[in-house]
């Protein structure tokens, strides 16, 4: 078996530089020369996982298939790559620290006094070669979170270089992401943080193989130069990443400058036959090409922040592309909705999406939502909470039950139509203990959900606590508001849907976490392609 060949991206000067995209994007090109590619994010921050983090703390919670509640960046990694990752792709300081007391209490250390060098850097070394020993794989890329120099870096970086030195030459090499900053006033680009940035690597031991520069404007020959000499890199290693109009054009880019050639000749790989980019590049002509447009309301309690939203949003590119539509995401804080202002603020929308989401805040204006785009026979599609809110918006204003809600806004409601999970109700931790990962659906025949899917049994991810109750669900099912797709384990109910509508779907599962490039997910695709013709009308 050939030896898995490893490579890192580190960030310097300052964070949210993109390393995910531009690890997302040679791991593309990688994949597209023929090499079976992988990505891992080491993230340095001491939370177990993300999953307990606030969505404003560090955007959206990604969830792999096995239940691994993870960092956003994994959905780029999916999206670009169109290969399912895992528990293993992403690892914090939390995991580490957690396995090697672990490992102390159970007397692993035989009595040595515990360290972050070598304990803490083994398990790291470890943990980063764990993809690359499965066997499946001939590149592993790693990203480290952070930035070089931060007190919480240290461990990891400290790692990375004694692996560079264990792995020998040509088997793992390091790509330092950096901001070349444009002064304004001056009318210049500016060097100095990178060749700042690069030293400080190197006073870790590590040097960099080749460096990325994010930059708002070209790179001049001269500048490339100057980088190459004080950075002491190879004129070819120094690598432009322009702003891009679409992180999906990022390979294409580092095409052009080389990147992956440059990677695969330190790597002392064969270069293969070109990148295969031709579905790629449809799917980007396609982006780019619109022949309709069309206006989606997001509502939900996170719209401030883009990142909140990222796998909803992705997947409405996705879908837009396909259905050869622009989708204007229009963010509309359910906080700020009442029966009042309705009309008003849903005037322009093409179709309504009633966004995922914990606790009471803003649910109410969620519920106007869903009652809104029912009435008025507007496209519309809820996601988990989303769902939940279908659910209640029915009870109450179809079957009169006033006092309908879940049990995480009211315990006391009359009528808990959404409510815990028997097996929930015990558990006082709250990390990794919600319904989590892949859950089979089978689905009704002569329904919408069968229209979309095309199939009888779906597999979906999941991320939620509450549930729909199944003492409601007859009572609902006759009043219109079908089930048209159940958990054959459990027998909850995974899907609901309204016939007497043009489009009208909610699920109790994220589909956004599934949508790729090469897979747009078909709820979205339909739900776009429902858009356009409740435009047309």
């Excluded at 969505?55 to 969830?63: K, T």
């Excluded at 764990?130 to 240290?154: A, H, P, Q, R, Y």
């Excluded at 043009?502 to 956004?512: A, C, K, W």
Aim: aromatic share 8%; proline share 4%; glycine share 8%.
């Amino acid at each position: 078996m050939n030896q898995t060949k490893y490579i890192f991206v580190t960030g310097g000067v300052t964070s949210s530089l993109g390393k995910g995209i531009i690890a997302a994007s040679l791991a593309k090109l990688l994949q597209a020369r023929g090499y079976r590619t992988t990505i891992q994010k080491f993230d340095p921050y001491i939370n177990v996982d993300p999953g307990t983090l606030n969505p404003y703390e560090h955007g959206e919670c990604y969830v792999t298939d096995d239940g691994a509640e993870t960092d956003l960046d994994l959905g780029h990694y999916e999206r670009f790559l169109n290969v399912p990752t895992s528990q293993a792709n992403n690892v914090t300081t939390g995991r580490i620290y957690l396995s090697v007391i672990e490992k102390e209490r159970r007397g692993e250390f035989l009595g040595k006094t515990v360290q972050v060098v070598p304990h803490i850097t083994n398990e790291i070394k470890d943990r980063m070669q764990l993809l690359g020993n499965s066997g499946d794989f001939d590149i592993v890329i790693t990203e480290i979170g952070g930035t070089v120099g931060d007190i919480e870096s240290l461990p990891y970086i400290e790692s990375v270089r004694q692996l560079v030195w264990d792995l020998g030459e040509n088997n793992a090499i390091v790509i330092h992401l950096t901001l070349v900053p444009y002064l304004a006033a001056a009318g210049e680009l500016k060097t100095k943080p990178t060749q700042h940035s690069v030293k400080t690597l190197m006073e870790s031991g590590i040097k960099a193989d080749i460096l990325v520069c994010r930059t708002e404007h070209e790179l001049s020959e001269e500048l490339r130069n100057k980088l190459a000499l004080f950075c002491n890199v190879k004129r070819e290693a120094v690598i432009q990443s322009i702003d891009a109009a679409t992180i999906y054009e990022v390979p294409n880019l580092m095409l052009e400058e080389g990147l992956d050639i440059v990677a695969l000749k330190k790597l002392d790989l064969p270069k293969k036959a070109a990148p295969d980019l031709k579905n790629w590049n449809i799917f980007l002509k396609r982006l780019k090409n619109p022949k309709h447009t069309v206006n989606i309301g997001l509502i939900g309690k996170y719209v401030e922040m883009q990142d909140c939203y990222k796998s909803i949003l992705e997947a409405f590119i996705h879908a837009g592309a396909a259905n050869e539509t622009k989708v204007n995401v229009i963010s509309i804080h359910s906080e700020h909705i009442d029966a009042t202002n309705l009309s008003e603020k849903f005037a322009n929308l093409d179709g309504i999406l009633v966004a995922p989401g914990f606790g009471e805040r803003g649910i109410e204006g969620k519920i106007e939502a869903v009652r809104y785009a029912r009435e008025n026979k507007i496209p519309f599609f809820g996601i988990c909470l989303g769902m939940q809110m279908a659910i209640i918006e029915y009870s109450r204003n179809v079957l009169g039950m006033a006092d309908a809600n879940s049990t995480e806004m009211n315990e006391q409601t009359a009528h808990p139509v959404v409510n815990l999970m028997e097996e929930q109700k015990t558990i006082t931790d709250k990390g990794g203990t919600m319904r989590l990962g892949a859950w089979k659906c089978d689905i009704k025949q002569d329904s919408l959900a069968y229209k979309i899917y095309g199939k009888d049994t779906i597999s979906e991810r999941h991320r939620h606590r509450y549930e729909y109750n199944s003492n409601y669900v007859a009572q609902l099912q006759n009043a219109g508001l079908i089930a048209s797709g159940v958990n054959p384990d459990t027998g909850l109910v995974e899907i609901v849907e309204i016939k007497e509508h043009p489009f009208f779907i909610g699920v109790q599962y994220h589909p956004e976490y599934k949508s790729t490039v090469a897979n747009p997910h078909p709820i979205f695709v339909n739900f776009v392609a429902a858009a356009v013709q409740s435009k047309k009308k």
